[in-house]
C-alpha cells in the first residue's frame, strides 16, 4: 500500500496530536485529526510559553548521570532551534537571568549553563554571560538588594496556542490534513479491516471513522480511550497542575528572571509577556485528574506572589491566571509526580494498531511525531521510515483571513482591534463554535487581561449569530 492510501486517524490536537500529523503527513499519508473542542484548547494553551531544553532536567541530568537524562535536554534543545525557526512572528529567543548571591552559586551554576549551552550544539542560541551586581539591577531596578550579580542565558519564548492553531491550518493547506474540531471520540473498536473510532460530534451526531491505525494523542486523558479498548489495562497517567499568574502595572521586565529554587525545592519563572505584563508561575501540585477548565487555586496564587514579592519589591495587579495538567507518564502508579518521566512515552498495542502517545513537552512536539511515526512503520509496517518532505517553516498563508477583515473590517468592540472579518475566517474553516474559541484561541486575550477577554466575550457573543450568517 502507498502511503497516500494509508489513512491515519489522530485523536487529540494539542502539541502531540499536530506533531504526529505533520511527521505523517509529510510522508504522504492521508490524516484525519479528531478533537474533542477546540485547537490547542487543552495543556498545549496552558504551559509556561517556553521553548526549552530545560535546565531543571539538565540539573537533573548532572545530579543523576543518567543517559537518557542527557538525551532528552539535548533532543529539546536542538527541537528549541527548530520551533524557534519555524514560525518567527510566534517565536523569540528570550534572556533568561539567573540571579547568584555567593561564590558557590556563580560557580556551579556557570558551570550548568554552559554544559547547557554546549549541548546545545549545533543549535545554540548565544553563550551565558555573566552580569555583575551593578549592571543586574540595572537589568532588574525593582529586585530586592543582596543580589550580587546573575547568569544571563538563552532559551525561546512563544504563543503556545496559536502556534498550535496556525500549526494545524498549514497542515490543511499544505498537506490536505483534515482537523474536525468539537468532534469527540467516544469509543475505539479494533476490526478485521482496520481501527474503527465512534464520533459524537457537537450537534450530537453519533458517526463512526475507520484508520489503517489510531494514534491516541489526549495528553492528560489518554488513559480513558486506552480503557475503552482494554478496561483491565492499569492506568499510566498522571496529572500535576501547574498555575501561572499574569501581572499588569509594573516596570518593564528587560529579561526572563529565574528562581532556581523555592523552599520546596521548585524552580519558578518571572517572564516578560504580552502587553508590559509579567508572566509567573509554575507551580507542580499533584492533581486527581484533569478538568477542561483548570482553575487556579487561591493557595497557589498566593505561592507565585509570595515568592515574586520574595526577590521582587513591587506590588501590580493580577489580570490573568491560568492552569494546566501536566500529563506524566508511570510505569507504577504508586511513584509520586515527581519523579514520573517528562520525556514521552509510546505505547504500541499490535493487536489493535493503536499507538498511545503520552507525556512529553511541547518544545519537543516534532520529535515526538517523529518517533510515533518511526514506531509506526517499524511496528505495523516492517519498513524503515521513509525521509519524507522537509518542512522547516510552518506559517500558513493569512491571505484570506486578511481580505476578510478588509471586507468586514467592524470592530468587535469599539477601540479593539478585533475585526468581524477574523471571526468570519475561523467560522468559516468550521474551526469556530463558541466564542471562546475566538477570544482565547484566536486572541489569547485570557491569558493577557481576563476583564478585557470578558468584555470581548459579552460583545462577541451578541453578534454571534449575525456573524454566522455573513460567514456562509
Ligand atoms: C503548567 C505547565 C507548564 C508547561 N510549560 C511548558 C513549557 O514552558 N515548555 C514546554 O515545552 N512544555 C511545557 N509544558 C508541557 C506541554 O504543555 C505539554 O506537554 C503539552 O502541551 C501536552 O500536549 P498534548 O497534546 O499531549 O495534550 P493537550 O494539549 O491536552 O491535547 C490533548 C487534546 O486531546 C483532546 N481530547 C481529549 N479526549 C478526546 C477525545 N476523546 N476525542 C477527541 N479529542 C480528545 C483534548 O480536547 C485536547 O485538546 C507545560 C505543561 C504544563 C501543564
Redesign the pocket.
Same mark, same amino acid.
Given at each position: 500500500m502507498q502511503s497516500s492510501e494509508r489513512r491515519l486517524i489522530i485523536? %487529540? !490536537? &494539542?502539541?502531540? /496530536? +499536530?506533531g504526529v500529523a505533520l511527521a505523517a503527513a509529510r510522508r504522504g499519508w492521508r490524516v484525519l485529526i +479528531?478533537? !474533542?473542542?477546540?485547537? &490547542? %484548547? %487543552? $495543556?498545549?494553551?496552558?504551559?509556561? @510559553?517556553?521553548?526549552?531544553g &530545560?535546565v531543571r532536567y539538565l540539573e537533573s541530568a548532572i545530579r543523576s548521570l543518567r543517559w537518557s537524562d542527557w538525551q532528552l535536554v539535548r533532543e529539546?534543545l536542538r527541537e528549541r532551534k527548530w520551533v524557534l525557526n519555524s514560525h518567527p512572528l510566534l517565536c523569540r529567543p528570550v534572556p533568561i537571568v539567573l540571579p547568584v548571591v555567593s561564590g558557590w552559586e556563580r560557580f556551579y551554576y556557570g558551570v550548568g549553563l554552559r554544559v547547557y549551552d554546549y549541548l546545545s550544539y549545533p543549535y545554540r542560541l548565544g553563550a551565558p554571560q555573566w552580569i555583575g551586581r551593578e549592571a543586574f539591577y540595572e537589568y532588574f531596578p525593582s529586585v530586592k538588594s543582596g543580589i550580587n550579580g546573575g547568569w544571563m542565558y538563552w532559551d525561546g519564548q512563544f504563543q503556545?496556542r496559536l502556534y498550535?492553531v496556525h500549526l494545524a491550518l498549514y497542515l490543511v493547506q499544505r498537506f490536505g490534513v483534515e482537523v474536525r474540531t468539537y468532534?469527540?471520540?467516544?469509543d475505539i473498536q479494533a476490526g478485521l479491516k482496520g481501527v474503527q473510532v465512534i464520533?459524537q460530534s457537537a450537534k450530537g451526531e453519533v458517526y463512526e471513522e475507520t484508520g489503517d491505525i489510531v494514534v491516541n494523542?489526549? /495528553?492528560?486523558?489518554?488513559d480513558?480511550?486506552r480503557r475503552k479498548l482494554r478496561p483491565e489495562v492499569p492506568s499510566r497517567i498522571r496529572v500535576?497542575?501547574?498555575?501561572?499568574l499574569v501581572l499588569a502595572n509594573l516596570p518593564e521586565l528587560k529579561a526572563g528572571f529565574l528562581i532556581p529554587r523555592t523552599a520546596d525545592g521548585r524552580v519558578l519563572f518571572i517572564l516578560p509577556w504580552e502587553n508590559h505584563t509579567w508572566l509567573v508561575?509554575? $507551580?507542580?501540585e499533584e492533581a486527581d485528574a484533569?478538568t477542561?477548565d483548570a482553575e487556579v487555586p487561591p493557595r497557589e496564587e498566593e505561592y507565585l506572589l509570595t515568592h515574586l514579592r520574595r526577590y521582587f519589591d513591587v506590588e501590580g495587579e493580577v489580570v490573568a491566571r491560568f492552569?494546566?495538567?501536566?500529563?506524566l507518564v508511570a510505569a507504577d502508579a504508586q511513584v509520586s509526580t515527581a519523579r514520573l518521566a517528562r520525556n514521552h512515552v509510546i505505547e504500541v498495542w499490535r493487536e489493535h494498531k493503536v499507538i498511545h +502517545?503520552?507525556? %512529553? @513537552?511541547? $518544545?519537543?512536539?516534532r520529535a515526538m511525531g517523529e518517533d510515533t511515526m518511526r514506531a509506526i512503520y517499524r511496528h505495523f509496517l516492517n519498513l524503515p521510515m521513509s525521509e519524507g518532505m522537509e518542512v522547516s517553516q510552518i506559517v500558513p498563508d493569512l491571505s484570506e483571513l486578511e481580505r476578510l477583515k478588509l471586507e468586514y473590517p467592524s470592530p468587535i468592540l469599539p477601540g479593539e482591534p478585533y475585526l468581524e472579518g477574523e471571526v468570519i475566517f475561523w467560522k468559516r474553516m468550521g474551526w469556530a463554535h463558541t466564542p471562546d474559541d475566538i477570544v482565547k484561541g484566536r486572541w489569547q486575550l485570557h491569558l493577557i487581561n481576563e476583564k478585557r477577554a470578558q468584555r470581548l466575550k459579552a460583545a462577541l457573543s451578541e453578534k454571534w449569530q449575525e456573524l454566522g450568517q455573513k460567514s456562509h
Open positions: 485523536i %487529540g !490536537a &494539542g502539541s502531540s /496530536g +499536530l +479528531l478533537e !474533542a473542542r477546540d485547537i &490547542g %484548547g %487543552g $495543556t498545549s494553551t496552558t504551559s509556561t @510559553k517556553l521553548i526549552h &530545560g529539546a503556545d498550535a468532534h469527540q471520540v467516544v464520533i494523542a489526549t /495528553g492528560p486523558w489518554g480513558v480511550l500535576s497542575r501547574g498555575s501561572h508561575g509554575t $507551580t507542580d484533569p477542561w492552569a494546566g495538567f501536566r500529563p +502517545l503520552m507525556g %512529553g @513537552k511541547w $518544545t519537543t512536539f
